[in-house]
């Protein structure tokens, strides 16, 4: 196993008071292997190995040693393929959540504005209608004459009647709910309890 050490084995042997043999019983196991281990030379140890040494030497030299394992290049690749994945996931999820988020203001900004326009006409209890002339005579619209394909604008209150005289063709009248082409002679358009 590649890794290193947080301190200098070496010198904190050499600082302290046990003779490299007398270290070598304490942690009872041969000179050659405490060479070996103090050499960073750690080819068949296992992590929990080196720890259980790291631990024995901590007690008898007053220290606190550490092995920091070098990981492998497949481990590496494994582990940066994880947070390319994860990261990856984490932005998808951003996105999604964003556009929904987007949708869902739009279509609140949606009833919104038809909540203030339903408002405003139960409020104020009239309606805006456009009148238009598609006949080919002139009509009289409010004492006001309208050539062919000429309009007016008309606000349109509660129990108000509005009289379109000499109508020979058809009248385009557009509320903000429909739109209708009338072809009667004369009549008349009364808004009734919110309803033409």
Do not use: W
């Amino acid at each position: 196993m590649k890794g290193t050490f947080n301190k200098d084995l070496k010198k904190l042997i050499d600082n302290s008071d046990f003779s490299f043999e007398s270290l070598s019983k304490e942690l009872k196991m041969p000179a050659y292997m405490l060479q070996d281990f103090i050499n960073n030379k750690l080819d068949g140890y296992s992590k929990v190995q080196i720890d259980d040494i790291c631990s024995r030497l901590n007690i008898i030299l007053d220290e606190n040693i550490l092995f920091f394992p070098e990981e492998s290049e497949k481990l590496k690749k494994e582990k940066k393929d994880i947070k390319f994945l994860s990261k990856n996931k984490k932005n998808f999820f951003i996105l999604i959540l964003i556009t929904f988020s987007l949708i869902t203001c739009i279509y609140i900004y949606k009833i919104y504005g038809e909540m203030m326009f339903y408002q405003n006409i139960i409020s104020k209890n009239n309606i805006s209608i456009n009148i238009q002339n598609l006949s080919s005579n002139t009509i009289v619209v409010e004492d006001i004459e309208l050539k062919p394909n000429e309009y007016k604008n008309i606000i349109l209150e509660k129990n108000k009647k509005i009289k379109i005289l000499n109508n020979t063709g058809t009248i385009k009248i557009k509320s903000p709910f429909d739109e209708y082409d009338i072809k009667l002679d004369d009549f008349e358009v009364v808004l009734t309890d919110g309803e033409n």
